[in-house]
DNA sequence: ATAATTATAGTAATCATTATCGTTATTATG
DNA sequence: CATAATAACGATAATGATTACTATAATTAT
């Protein structure tokens, strides 16, 4: 299980999704961090940003439309999709709300429910929204 | 703006998401109204399905793995992914409480919000969820 | 130092989805 | 009703995102 070896593109990749509070594509990360290893596949973009995602390192976030998005703050939270921009944003709320909405979805669900992600629709103040 | 016609093809598909509780992808429409229409091409259900979506009379899923999925339910609901067996399962709330979700998010987002999803995560009762 | 093993770069392959285009179905009009 | 106008279709090519493959390079263990 832990046959994991040290990387420095890993530990780069990391890095910069550590280092912004855009939540880039896997392309944008490769665009990125092609600056300091010009040789660095797509490939090991996308393999090591899952890497870190199943390890609990980065989020995984699926909007609609385009690609998905990675995100390196770990800590649950929501995200503000811009209807005119496209960009995501980050919405922090309390903790204790989240884990309601948990409690409650395992009241309602014929099943048990341990999580969940969502994603609010909106227009950003630099596009306008009041 | 109203320069859409009729088609067999689409009111079949229509009829297909109304019917069932499932939540399919684009390829399992396509292998389904095959049966009625043996010819129908794979682009002509998604281009009906996307339609569908737009004019409101159907909803599109992203899960983070795997295709896009399609619900015809347009009542306001939630969803949950198992994550044993991969399925999509409804979850009504009160909608008063989705709308408070919207008014806190807004609150709290630098712009504005409209509306929002969410997708929780558990296992069903057939794979073991208590 | 060297053996063992994981990660990489480069590239091909896959999967989901959209675009193109000549033909067909639906709707509007004379 | 006949036919013109137009949207939808089926077939297929093209695109975009992601994963798989493989020989070489980097990391870790002996």
Request: glycine fraction near 8%; charge should be negative; hydrophobic fraction near 35%.
């Amino acid at each position: 299980m832990a046959n994991l070896k040290y990387s420095r593109q890993r530990a780069a990749i990391k890095e910069y999704l550590s280092s912004t509070l855009d939540h880039p594509t896997a392309d944008t990360v490769y665009l990125h961090i092609r600056e300091e290893f010009p040789n660095i596949s797509l490939g090991t973009v996308y393999r090591n940003l899952n890497l870190l995602a199943d390890m609990g390192e980065a989020v995984k976030i699926s909007t609609p439309d385009g690609g998905d998005r990675f995100d390196g703050c770990t800590v649950p939270h929501y995200h503000v999709v811009c209807q005119s921009c496209g960009r995501v944003f980050d919405l922090k709320v309390d903790e204790r709300y989240m884990q309601e909405m948990n409690e409650l979805a395992d009241q309602y669900f014929e099943g048990s429910v341990a999580a969940h992600t969502a994603l609010f629709y909106g227009i950003c103040k630099d596009c306008g929204g009041s």
